[in-house]
């Protein structure tokens, strides 16, 4: 994703990484918990294990091939859009994005989305000499994924109110995001111009980089611009749930992301992002930088947006 403008973070910020254990710990007001942050943080574990999921390399042919598995155990139906992408470079990308619903046939459908690649390079490492290597992606890809895979589990326990799709997009992080660029967003801008019959949704959430220990979620400044109703209710279910110090009112970036690809094709998509995440595109976006606790809120709103 690119940023497009920033506030910055406040002076005198608490310390959220107490708060968000303590939500977790503490549950939904009593609400009984059909999202499973242990096992959510299981998948990010497992998406780790693989390596670095850059498009053309085995580990990425294997994390999908293991996604794919996932859903095929717990959603109605899933389909594979398999993309052939040539850059700008005349590299050609073997790309699939992988579309999972439930309750295929309800008219009313909630669509659920993130991406599962990484970032070749860490264009953002302060050390010159590590920008040329991989980002490992456990905050930035790991985390949508394992928040998707986790409504899955409860999705699949008990049925959704409504249809509910999951779309695991690929190829999001490759190119540059300079204006120009046509190699960024690719598997999102491929759904937006191949959308199943019966579309666009009710309204779409885009999970990116939501499993920071220090999480935050603020309003996205497209989002509160193209669809302001849904930021409005997720944060207002949030709010319902106790986690109201965690989705907090307010604009704070404005980001180039998946959504906006979905946007232009008239989808009302918001980004659910935490974006002052010090690690974005660094090799230092490993494992221990996410938590079970921040997986767990996060999950916890998406399966009360579809209840």
């Not at 959510?40 to 085995?58: E, W």
């Not at 042919?61 to 996604?67: A, K």
């Amino acid at each position: 994703m690119r940023r497009e403008a920033g506030w910055g973070r406040w002076w005198g910020r608490l310390p959220f990484v107490l708060l968000v254990a303590c939500q977790a710990r503490g549950g939904a007001r009593g609400v009984p918990r059909e999202f499973d942050g242990g096992h959510a943080f299981s998948y990010l574990q497992q998406q780790m294990q693989f390596g670095p999921r850059i498009p053309n390399t085995p580990a990425h042919e294997r994390t999908g091939d293991w996604i794919l598995a996932q859903l095929r155990t717990r959603a109605d139906t899933v389909a594979v859009q398999a993309i052939t992408h040539v850059t700008r470079q005349g590299d050609t990308l073997h790309l699939r994005n992988f579309f999972a619903r439930f309750r295929p046939a309800a008219l009313e459908r909630v669509l659920f989305l993130a991406h599962w690649d990484t970032r070749p390079h860490a264009d953002q490492s302060p050390n010159l000499g590590q920008q040329r290597l991989p980002v490992p992606g456990a905050n930035d890809g790991a985390s949508g994924v394992a928040v998707l895979l986790g409504v899955a589990d409860a999705l699949k326990a008990k049925p959704p109110a409504v249809g509910v799709d999951l779309l695991f997009v690929d190829g999001e992080d490759y190119g540059d995001f300079s204006k120009d660029s046509d190699d960024v967003l690719i598997g999102s801008r491929y759904f937006a111009a191949h959308q199943p019959p019966g579309y666009p949704p009710l309204f779409a959430v885009l999970f990116d980089m939501v499993g920071d220990k220090d999480l935050q979620l603020y309003y996205e400044a497209n989002s509160q611009a193209f669809a302001p109703e849904v930021v409005d209710r997720v944060w207002r279910t949030a709010a319902d749930l106790g986690y109201g110090r965690t989705f907090i009112p307010g604009v704070r970036h404005s980001l180039t992301d998946d959504h906006v690809a979905l946007q232009k094709a008239g989808i009302h998509a918001i980004d659910v992002v935490d974006f002052d995440y010090p690690y974005w595109h660094t090799p230092e976006d490993t494992i221990d930088k996410v938590s079970a606790a921040s997986l767990q809120i996060v999950g916890d709103v998406a399966v009360a947006l579809v209840r």
